[in-house]
């Protein structure tokens, strides 16, 4: 089992920056990458970005590519999205998932979220 923890949601005005964190826990070593996503309120969940535990590979959903950068320091098991430029539009439960297996669209483990909120 892997557990996810999420912190550093909250409210900032539009154009600012925050940064979320996802710590790990439990077998971490079964971990093949560890995504963000997002759910706004009344819509379904997205993609934001994701990053390979091991080699550091990333990508991005378009709607976020050259605002938001994932990260992660595997010393400390824990994943970062570093958010600027933000908008109003980016306002959702953000959520951290791992998934175990590179052949495999299922990501196995979710974190229990935290709210974003841009105001405008």
């Known amino acids: 089992q892997v557990q996810l923890v999420e912190s550093g949601g909250g409210l900032v005005q539009a154009g600012g920056s925050l940064r979320l964190s996802c710590a790990a826990s439990g077998r971490t070593f079964s971990i093949y990458d560890l995504g963000w996503f997002r759910q706004a309120l009344g819509k379904e969940r997205e993609f934001v970005a994701r990053i390979v535990w091991s080699g550091g590979s990333t990508s991005y959903a378009d709607s976020v590519k050259g605002r938001f950068t994932i990260s992660g320091d595997n010393a400390k098991n824990t994943v970062y999205l570093q958010m600027n430029s933000l908008k109003p539009e980016d306002t959702a439960v953000y959520y951290c998932?791992?998934?175990?297996?590179?052949?495999?669209?299922?990501?196995?483990?979710w974190g229990q979220g935290t709210q974003v909120t841009v105001s405008s």
């Open positions: 998932a791992a998934r175990k297996n590179y052949w495999s669209a299922v990501y196995e483990y």
